[in-house]
């Protein structure tokens, strides 16, 4: 599946900037739009414009919203200072991976889908899905790892030496069964938030990009 060595790449090079980096580089502003693929289909993450050396909290304080519209953390919309650290970060990676894996399909709905105990492969791409020969445990873990990089409260969220254990060492998939209660409860605030944040600087549509690639 290229879209899973999309992700791994992605996740790869935002571990490197979270762990292995001197201080710290937050990214901010995580989307496929901000992904430059070579001849060989490799990723590499681009527009390092609002990019930050994080503290000795692994943070940077915002005062308003910065990033782009629909890959943002949710907690950055609130009023005041707030901090931006690398779980930040993961959540706008997750909201990538369920669109790489999902094309535009609401998040939202996902969820739906395994809180009812469905099988999440059922919401991805129907390009994926209409050739055959793709290994579905592999879709699975993208949309799963997706779901849990963008919970809505910053605790749940996995660290990016989690999530590339799920991608690249078959780490075990987490329950989200937890975290269900959670993200519905707060759905309803966090939109009450968007609506009432500063207007936020240096947002970019996405809406009319391509996905990373067609399969």
């Known amino acids: 599946m290229s879209r899973y060595k999309i992700a791994k790449d992605i996740g790869s090079g935002l571990l490197y900037l979270h762990h292995e980096c001197d201080p710290h580089i937050l990214h901010r502003d995580i989307k496929p739009c901000n992904v430059l693929l070579d001849e060989n289909f490799n990723a590499k993450l681009a527009d ?14 915002l005062t308003t919203a910065i990033g782009s519209e629909g890959y943002l953390d949710p907690q950055c919309l609130k ?15 997750g909201i990538a991976l369920l669109e790489i894996a999902c094309a535009r399909r609401h998040r939202e709905q996902i969820w739906d889908l395994y809180r009812s105990g469905g099988n999440v492969v059922e919401a991805a791409d129907t390009r994926l899905t209409m050739g055959g020969g793709l290994d ?80």
């Open 79 to 93: 009023h005041g200072k707030v901090p931006f650290k690398r779980s930040s970060d993961v959540y706008s990676f």
């Open 136 to 215: 579905m445990r592999e879709i699975e873990r993208v949309i799963v790892l997706g779901l849990w990089c963008s919970a809505l409260q910053t605790q749940h969220r996995p660290s990016m030496r989690q999530a590339m254990d799920v991608l690249e060492r078959d780490g075990p998939l987490p329950d989200l069964n937890s975290l269900i209660v959670v993200n519905t409860t707060l759905a309803s605030t966090t939109e009450e938030d968007a609506s009432s944040a500063p207007a936020a600087g240096n947002r970019y549509d996405c809406d009319e990009a391509p996905l990373l690639i067609p399969g």
């Open 48 to 61: 390092f414009g609002l990019s930050r050396m994080a503290n000795q909290d692994n943070a940077t304080l």
